[in-house]
């Protein structure tokens, strides 16, 4: 049996979605409760690897098992045993050709850039101190809407596609925060902070407008900006 996993996580405490040998991942502690649960070894395979400190809202995997519980059985255990900054969300049995990266056809970033530095959300939102044009950061963004090939601003891996489409970049000032937000058919390494960091940079006046164009035409990465910090990346959801 193939079940559909959609969870939420505070990544402060670990290094990132995928296990690691130096150090503490959520696919780790999902995959220890769900086999403790099972009482067999349990695989989890997720939509997409986080770094280490991003966040997730609706992060989905799917995991097989020879275990009849049903779904709401598997919620409440897995919220049960799970640590309080791992959350089930929603749990489903799912046809076995289900498969959580493969069948993804869309996922959407949220990154929170705080005008003011605030000690209980710092592992929540980055901080910027500079004033920024937020009409210049508009005009930057909307060049990323649309097929392009993103490699300057990702981290190249080897026969991993690097041409995306980009439905939606947007950008939203509120009095006290920066709300980029950003709607693809798929993702490459860094690649959100980086368009997020050079973003902010043509704000603060320090590269011009037209960075935006060469990198997404000559994909040089030396060109694009300082990667923003990973504690305002957000994985929101992922569409089916």
Known sequence: MR???TIAYDGTNYQGFQSQNNGLGIQQ???ETLSQIAKESIQVVASGRTDKGVHAL????????????TDSAWLRALNTYLPNDIAVLDIVLVDESFHARFS??????VYVLAKDYNIFRRNYEAYIKYPLNVDW???AIQKLEGTHDFKGFGVFVEHKPTVRTMFQATLEETDTHYIFTFIADGFLKYMVRSMVGTITDIGRGKRPLSI???ILEHQDRSKVGKTASPEGLYLKQVWY
């Open 212 to 214: 935006m164009d060469d």
């Open 137 to 139: 950061m508009q005009q």
């Open 104 to 109: 993804a056809v869309k996922k959407c970033y």
């Open 29 to 31: 502690v999902l995959e």
């Open 3 to 5: 079940y559909k996993l």
């Open 58 to 69: 609706g992060q989905v995997c799917h995991f097989d098992t020879q275990n009849p519980m």
